[in-house]
């Protein structure tokens, strides 16, 4: 499985983004899809997750609210629309992909990474 971030850029604190990860393979409708975000100096931090089919959604708390996390099975792509953007926001962002549902904001459980895409926000 390979996966592809895009749509990261620059953008002024109230604003929005949507971020999408393409990703190759037969099997991405039966996996799990989730984004984490690294901000300088820190680790990488579990963001939103969604299951194989679409039906279930899990979010950091900080998030709650201002980002959604989508997918297109036909089009083997996973979405994370930002609003409401703020600069503790800032961060490079990361899709991911894993088998199965438990425990999805654990880090450990995501066996492939896209390569990252930065979001700045200025405030």
């Known amino acids: 499985v390979q996966l592809q971030a895009s749509g990261g850029g620059l953008v002024q604190a109230g604003g929005s983004l949507r971020l999408s990860c393409a990703a190759s393979g037969r099997t991405f409708s039966s996996r799990t899809m989730g984004w984490f975000r690294q901000a300088p100096g820190k680790e990488r931090d579990f963001v939103a997750a969604?299951?194989?089919?679409?039906?279930?959604?899990y979010y950091a708390d900080s998030v709650k609210g201002r980002l959604t996390i989508s997918r297109d099975n036909a089009k083997n792509t996973v979405y994370l629309q930002m609003n409401s953007l703020k600069s503790e926001d800032t961060a490079v962002y990361y899709c991911?992909?894993?088998?199965?549902?438990?425990?999805?904001?654990?880090?450990?459980?995501?066996?492939?990474w896209g390569q990252g895409t930065l979001v700045t926000v200025s405030s």
């Open positions: 991911a992909t894993r088998p199965g549902w438990l425990s999805v904001s654990r880090r450990g459980g995501y066996d492939y």
């Open positions: 969604i299951s194989g089919g679409g039906g279930s959604t």
